[in-house]
């Protein structure tokens, strides 16, 4: 089972290029979702999507856009690459239901802005 | 105050010893709770739910405490194969199963 995928694991910019990150899951999950990790931050949530065609804000989602053209993929797009969005980011996915489904984790993109 | 807290560490372990720690959350309406693991460089993975009456898996213990807000965890018998990091998550009854994250705890069990 892929479970999560994501692409690419790393990547170099310069400050002000632009370039999406790609999530991909086989589990037929609703819910989707992009973390940052930072050193001493733990996960910050960027955007979700709770569904096909639908994107909300997280907690940081200054400077990164989404979309969801299809259940099975969310990408994160970096208008503009600034050095403070270098980081680790995270995909994530889980099904729909009750509150209290954990998540499904992609192996990360170490992402490092020049 | 973050929503939800832990004590970084490191916990450094002997080998065949038990360590617990703690995460405090500010919300009172949180509805679920996770431990989850993250080696170096990883992806978190789930280690256990956190069920109101506590619950076990193996060596792993992990305790609710709702009227003082915490969540515990209990290692028995470390491995080395232990030595991790240990993120404390919180659900808040709200749309889209969102997480909030602890900092971690990390553990280093040593021989």
């Known amino acids: 089972n892929a479970g999560v995928t994501q692409t690419p694991k790393f990547r170099v910019l310069k400050t002000g290029q632009s370039m999406t990150l790609l999530c991909a899951q086989d589990m037929n999950h609703e819910y989707m979702y992009w973390y940052r990790q930072d050193p001493g931050m733990g996960l910050r949530l960027i955007h979700y999507s709770v569904g096909e065609g639908t994107t909300a804000k997280g907690e940081v989602p200054d400077g990164y856009n989404v979309s969801r053209l299809k259940k099975q993929n969310f990408l994160l797009g970096l208008e503009s690459a600034a050095p403070s969005q270098t980081s680790v980011y995270f995909c994530?996915?889980?099904?729909?239901?009750?509150?209290?489904?954990?998540?499904?984790f992609g192996d990360g993109t170490r992402l490092s802005i020049l | 105050r973050k929503e939800v807290e832990q004590d970084p560490g490191p916990f450094n372990v002997p080998e065949g010893a038990t360590v617990a720690f703690n995460c405090t959350y500010s919300?009172?309406?949180?509805?679920?709770f996770f431990w989850y693991r993250q080696d170096c460089r990883k992806e978190p993975k789930l280690l256990m739910s956190?069920?109101?009456s506590g619950n076990e898996d193996g060596r792993f213990t992990a305790q609710l405490n709702r009227a003082s807000q915490y969540i515990s965890l209990l290692i028995r018998d470390s491995k080395l194969s232990d030595s991790a990091t240990y993120l404390c998550?919180?659900?808040?009854?709200?749309?889209?199963?969102?997480?909030?994250f602890g900092g971690g705890t990390r553990v280093l069990v040593k021989p």
């Open positions: 994530a996915s889980s099904p729909r239901g009750q509150a209290g489904q954990p998540q499904h």
């Open positions: 998550v919180v659900n808040q009854r709200a749309a889209g199963n969102k997480l909030t």
């Open positions: 956190v069920y109101s």
């Open positions: 919300n009172s309406a949180s509805q679920s």
